[in-house]
């Protein structure tokens, strides 16, 4: 039997991360398919969601190319909505001035901020870490 690589942390992290986005959106399902039939397909949607995104942080512990390549895009595309709301809030600052901006609008500003950040480690770990990914021949 072969030894197969220690993951780097990062993509520990990364997996944990989609694994969690996973079972918090399962408690979302879980409680949305308790309800009438009404929201049923609601609530499948979801579970469906769920169970995609902890195959994709599982995939990611177990060093699999395809769970690298659908976790980059998925990043990739969490940056766009992100830098979005960022632009919108220069936008503000720059022609609404600082008189606009109070403690609870610096907060919710932070928001977009910090996922833009988390998303943004994320795609650059993933690209530092490739090499991971590689099949070993």
Not at 54 to 72: D, E, P
Not at 74 to 82: E, K, M, R
Not at 85 to 90: H, R, V, W, Y
Not at 97 to 110: E, H, I, K, M
Request: glycine share 6%; hydrophobic share 55%; no cysteine.
């Amino acid at each position: 039997m072969e030894d197969s690589p220690v993951a780097p942390t990062s993509i520990v992290l990364i997996s944990i991360f989609w694994i969690l986005v996973g079972a918090l959106i399962l408690s979302i399902a879980s409680r949305s398919l308790s309800y009438t039939h009404n929201n049923t397909l609601f609530g499948t949607f979801f579970l469906l969601l769920d169970i995609f995104f902890i195959v994709i942080g599982w995939g990611l512990l177990t060093s699999k190319t395809w769970a690298f390549y659908i976790v980059l895009i998925i990043s990739i595309l969490g940056l766009l909505p992100t830098i979005l709301s960022l632009s919108s809030m220069m936008f503000s600052l720059f022609f609404g001035g600082w008189n606009v901006f109070d403690y609870r609008t610096l907060l919710w500003s932070a928001t977009p901020l910090l996922f833009f950040f988390v998303f943004a480690l994320m795609v650059g770990y993933l690209i530092k870490n490739k090499t991971y990914f590689e099949k070993k021949q």
